[in-house]
């Protein structure tokens, strides 16, 4: 990622649109909560509780709208010039914000796949309006940074002068690759999640019809 600016849009995709979602479908979360310590496994427990102090400021914290925004906020300000320029010349902060994001992306998929249940029951409607919500300004920042006539990360730019040009790519040309990885791999993502949760809206709505009337 310190000389490709497609190898800084992979990051993203693997960690946003891969491990995060997949984190929650393989139940993680429980595997290991149940594998800790009985003592552990309890102070976990209690945690989560409603009456628990640190339950309710977990519970407030991790509020869908909440993680919603949190979520755009993190990897539109991910692809923001100014910061990437001052972010990749620190190897440790880049590592620092890619954590964050990391984080940002698990907090957003928790609401959308199902994470632990401490809050109520997520809407379909409401995840199907979240995926779309995300899809928009993931477009958004794609097309844009695809489409730019001139770099947009004098960082990249110097990186690649000094590096000779890695992968016979020029400045534009990798920043029109990692542009278009951002835009189509988003939509396979988010569109695909959502016509999902679309489709589970209509089948439990056909389901209700066919019930017979009391």
Known sequence: TDRLLV???????LLCMIAAPFFWLAGTFHFVAWGLPTRWRKGVGGLLRNRSQAGRLLRNSTQPGFTW???????????????????????????LTLCGLGLAAIL???HIVGGPRIHTRF???VRFASL????????????????ASTPLYSYYALAHAAAGYPLRLTVIEDQMLSGGIIWVFGSMTYFYSAVMVLNKIFRDNDGNSARPLP
């Open 7 to 13: 190898a800084r849009a992979l990051q993203k995709v």
């Open 69 to 95: 925004l949190l979520f755009v906020s993190s990897f539109l300000i991910w692809h923001d010039p100014a910061f990437v320029n001052y972010t990749m010349a620190h190897t440790w902060l880049h590592r």
């Open 108 to 110: 957003f998929w928790w």
């Open 123 to 125: 809407p379909d409607w």
């Open 132 to 147: 779309v919500g995300v899809e928009i300004p993931n477009i958004v920042s794609g097309i844009a940074i695809a489409f």
